[in-house]
């Protein structure tokens, strides 16, 4: 425990009195000149829109200047819908610039899920991106309540403004405020202290309501120091930033991270481009939560098993074995030896460095996951390519990460060790504690949650289930809401069924049920990408996902994965009956947050009959 404080010590001088608009301020003098971020915004939609460090304050500083203009108060909020652009950046630090709190909201809220958003946040201003997100936010911008405290609405496309001030307009009134000398700017930013909200996250809601959660500039800042010290990410990376920037990941590794440390962010506004980013941006830190890794996995993968011929696979074969014993030798408690180091040595070489170049990665130095439990088959997996995937874990409300797998100190199948500062205990039901200064302050206008998740003695109740081995790493075995308890008393976590049941590359999304219920059950979309691939190698003419849940093949395909599933899973665990569903899974259909993560509760109601009928 000392030692723990001693750390958080150390961290909490180094940030002492500072600020994301100070820590910004420093890095745009020592990096004024070098990359910053870069978007896909030219005019040909091809290349990259690059802006550098002195750019982006600059620009912080007019978006600040504009929304003075637009009467915003220091404290006041301002909500943005936007892809992961340039602008969402420089919207973002602008409003901290003008003493504002910054709130990104998912661009894949429905019109009613926004207008209870607006009415929660009661935003000062909205900055949007188009016509799309005007049409979300009609039904807010129209609502009484909503309408008491929003003056004014920022529109990206000034061709979709209408009567809105398009973000031209802003920025011009913005640079026509500065241009005139004062120092309502300075005095803005002198208001600014280190426990003041840098952002409002709004939990994505698997299971209820969202809530608010307040972060400060003290959280955020302690969160960049302690993940850089645990990361040993001395360098500034190249990096890719593809999830929506209303994910509290995101903001650490796309936003925090790289303005308290400089580096270069490329940012894709559609997740489906990754692919093609990474083999162009080749970043030295990738992080992707495990629905993203699955889906690498899966394309390697079923390329792998297309290759005719059969040295080749057996090479690629023997060349993973040996990047999966060097990788696996470098876990605590294990030892390398020369002969391992040889090995892959030799199959790096050949076999592995070019796979690796060929996703983009070969220059990845830091590659982790988050966001929910890492199938330990797809870290395997990654393993063989020579590419330590390090688990970290954390909350939202514990400012993203408050445990991680180190470069010096990882064990697959966990999620390491606390980070630096923080201290992590189990509850007597097993639940997982955190303390520290990354923990949030409260959520926003709910004191009843904020008193549910933080105790007297400062300890946040994440919700998780977890394990302690004897070396302190921290298993994360489920949600604890998300257990199942089935009606003969047995203790069943969802997430490890579900993780076997996916590890076919049919399989896109599974979700386990059976709380109170005699046995356990599971609904399962094919994955949109591999299954007509898979089926039209079968002859199957007819590849759309509706067609092929109900074909006898690929029905066939599926009951095989549940039956090496279950093989693996104990009696209680085992899955009895499933169904596959005709559709895919997508934030867009609201069955899942995101970040991809399963909602329960609205998979519940949407296929209510489905589960029904196996347990009928």
Known sequence: ????????????????????????????????????????????????????????????????????????????????????????????????????????????????????????????????????????????????????????????????????????????????????????????????????????????????????????????????????????LAEPGITISYLPLAHIAERVLGLYIPQVQSGHVHLIADPAQLVGALAEVRPTRFFGVPRVWEKIMTGVAAKLAMEPDEQKRAAVAAAMEAGRAWVLAQQVGAETTPEIEAAFAQWDGLVLAPMRALLGLDRAKWTASAAAPMPLEVASFFAGLGLRILDVYGMTETTASVCAGTPDAFRMGTVGRPMPGIEIKLDEDGEILARGPVVTPGYHANPKATAELIDGDGWAHTGDIGQIDAEGFLKVVDRKKEM????????????????????????????????????????????????????????????????????PQIRAMVQQAVDRANERLSRPEQVKKWELLPMEWTAESAELTPTLKLKRRVVHEHHAAAVEALYG
């Open 484 to 551: 199942i308890i089935t009606s003969s008393g047995k203790n069943i976590a969802p997430s490890v069924i579900e993780n076997y049941l996916k590890e076919s590359p049919l399989v896109g999304h599974a979700m386990a049920i059976g709380d109170g219920k005699p046995y356990v059950v599971a609904l399962l979309t094919l994955d949109g990408e591999i299954a007509p691939l898979i089926a039209a190698k079968l002859g199957i003419e007819d590849t759309s996902v509706e067609a092929l849940a109900a074909h």
């Open 1 to 232: 425990m000392d030692d723990v404080l001693l750390e958080r010590k150390t961290l909490t001088e180094r940030i002492a009195g500072a600020t994301l608009l100070t820590r910004l301020a420093d890095t745009a003098r020592q990096y004024a000149d070098q990359p910053a971020y870069s978007d896909r915004r030219t005019a040909d939609g091809t290349g990259w829109r690059t802006v550098s460090w002195g750019e982006v304050r600059e620009g912080a500083l007019d978006v600040a200047a504009g929304l003075v203009t637009l009467g915003v108060e220091p404290g006041e909020r301002v909500c943005i819908m936007a892809s992961s652009r340039i602008e969402h950046v420089l919207a973002d630090s602008g409003a901290l610039h003008a003493g504002a709190v910054p709130i990104s909201v998912y661009a894949t809220l429905s019109p009613a899920q926004v207008t209870w958003y607006a009415r929660h946040a009661a935003p000062h201003v909205v900055v949007l991106e188009g016509a799309e997100q005007l049409e979300r936010w009609a039904l807010a911008l129209a609502d009484e309540q909503v309408q008491r405290t929003l003056t004014s609405v920022v529109v990206l496309d000034a061709a979709a403004a209408g009567e809105h001030l398009t973000w031209d307009g802003l920025v011009a009134a913005g640079r026509e405020l500065r241009a005139q000398g004062g120092t309502v700017l300075a005095e803005r930013a002198a208001g600014v202290t280190p426990d003041q909200p840098a952002t409002i996250l709004y939990t994505s809601g698997t299971t209820g309501d969202p809530k608010g959660v307040v972060l400060t500039h003290g959280n955020v800042l302690f969160e960049c120091e302690a993940s850089i010290e645990a990361g040993q």
